[in-house]
């Protein structure tokens, strides 16, 4: 274990070395989150649309970006890079299990984004008004998915990531993530407003578990026995993404080549 918090104090070094990126990235998503207040904003005006109200989608804004926000961190361009390079083989020596150590990286950097999500959410609270909290049950309900969202968004990514082991371009995995990501989680709009077979799919997908569930948690759109069953599928995703995350490294592994004397 203390290899792992060597890993995870290393991340939170390199993210407060290297601000500057980290920022960037926040404000590329605080970028979409002033957009998208703007224009749900006007559509939601006169009346609502799919039973939601403007202040139930301006809480559903802040939980999405809180969940965009997170595990932003995670090196995945580096990892990325290190595996098409064949630096990876240098992490096979090392006396650490690949997958965790990378888990232990995300986890490092975590309590800053946190912070900043506190300190952007904070003032959109202060500039548009507060929100109501949910009761006990939904409240913690709520709490556990949005834990829950942090491995199995590190398992999407770390997942996509490894796919460098079969393709050359790691910058068409991401891309290729980013849109299914956004439309299938909910991050862009809510999955009420998707067709009728899409928006089941996206429900029972792994990537309702990054947006949609914890917001529709919080804002009280489904009852307790519901959100168990939502929260439920998050832990599922979560573990069956673990091992198959585990079974991909293997298989990378067996196609690794690297040359040098």
């Known amino acids: 274990m203390r290899a792992y918090r ?12 290297y601000r500057l990126n980290l920022l960037l990235g926040l404000g590329t998503v605080f970028v979409q989150l002033v957009a998208l207040l703007a224009v749900w904003r006007v559509i939601l005006a ?16 802040l939980v999405a970006f809180a969940a965009g926000t997170v595990v932003s961190a995670f090196g995945d361009f580096r990892m990325a890079f290190r595996i098409l390079d064949g630096d990876v083989a240098l992490d096979l020596v090392k006396p650490v299990d690949y997958q965790k150590a990378r888990f232990a990286e995300t986890i490092g950097g975590l309590w800053i984004e946190v912070l900043l999500i506190g300190v952007v959410v904070g003032v959109t609270l202060a500039v548009t008004g507060g929100v109501r909290t949910p009761a006990g049950p939904a409240l913690a309900l709520f709490v556990v998915s949005m834990l829950l969202l942090v491995p199995l968004k590190f398992l999407i990514v770390y ?4 796919l460098c082991f079969w393709t050359q371009n790691f910058i068409g995995v991401q891309w290729a993530r980013l849109a299914v990501m956004n439309l299938l989680s909910g991050a862009l709009i809510p999955l009420a407003y998707l067709p009728g077979w899409l928006a089941t799919v996206a429900q029972w997908s792994p990537f309702a578990g990054l947006t949609s569930t914890p917001a529709l948690i919080f804002l009280g759109r489904v ?15 979560v573990l069956l993404l673990w091992f198959g995350a585990r079974l991909m490294w293997r298989a990378g592994l067996r196609r690794l080549t690297v040359n040098g004397g």
């Open 6 to 17: 060597a890993l995870a104090r290393a991340t939170a070094r390199s993210a407060l070395t």
């Open 46 to 61: 006169q009346s609502s649309v799919n039973g939601f109200t403007w202040p139930q989608m301006r809480v559903y804004l």
């Open 159 to 162: 997942g996509s990531t490894l």
């Open 223 to 237: 009852d307790v026995r519901h959100g168990l069953t939502l929260v439920a599928v998050q832990l599922g995703w």
